[in-house]
């Protein structure tokens, strides 16, 4: 049974037929720290993405969705967090390493997964425009790679769809209330009412 929301133009699918009971604790565990991520990104109005980085049962590398906060279109969670991991190992590839993210990768960075050599990706909810793991194309299993990497979809997507679709919500209502503003300061008829 899949269940579909819209937030703004995108599609976040919910596959609800997976059961969080069939992920580990530990996989329950890291992901709730990528959604805790994401809520540092929805609170600096970034859309609500984290991401963990785990190896050997550790976190080794975190981030959240920080393009506009620091005016980097590559700054996307998975980013941050692969980057941060790889300081903290001292090496650019991170093999046998699982990330968790909260919304399924973008193409940019499901060829990061690949280049990186994580092992594991675990992701909450599939994005049906953009998802490079599977949903709209499926670049982290492409067989000309010489590195395929494990995917696992849904878990806590419930949550993290919620997350993201409140998000856009907020973030067009923010929006239309600007263009009426815009429209009332304009239009001399208005004001005078």
């Keep these: ?8 133009k995108h599609k976040y699918q919910v596959v609800s037929k997976v059961n969080d009971d ?3 604790d530990d996989d329950n565990k890291f992901m709730r720290r990528a959604i805790e991520l994401a809520k540092i990104a929805d609170s600096h109005d970034e859309i609500p993405v984290g991401a963990v980085v785990v190896c050997a049962g550790e976190i080794v590398g975190e981030g959240f969705n920080q393009s506009i906060m620091n005016n980097d279109p590559s700054a996307h969670a998975e980013m941050m967090a692969i980057r941060d ?12 390493c699982t990330l968790y993210v ?5 193409p940019m960075c499901a060829g990061l997964l690949v280049h990186s050599r994580i092992k594991r990706l ?11 793991a599977g949903s709209a194309f499926s670049l982290v299993k492409h067989e000309k790679h010489n590195h395929q990497v494990a995917v696992t979809a849904g878990l806590l997507a419930d949550k993290c ?7 856009f919500k ?3 209502a923010a929006k239309k209330t600007e263009k009426q503003a815009e429209k009332n300061v304009n239009n001399p008829r208005i004001n005078t009412i």
């Design 22 to 24: 069939a992920f580990s």
């Design 1 to 8: 049974m899949i269940k579909n929301t819209l937030a703004d």
């Design 161 to 167: 769809s919620t997350m993201l679709s409140t998000f």
């Design 170 to 172: 907020r973030r067009r």
């Design 85 to 96: 991991a790889g300081k903290n190992l001292q090496n650019y590839r991170l093999l046998g």
């Design 102 to 106: 909260t919304l399924e990768p973008c």
């Design 122 to 132: 675990v992701f909450a909810s599939n994005d049906l425009k953009t998802g490079a």
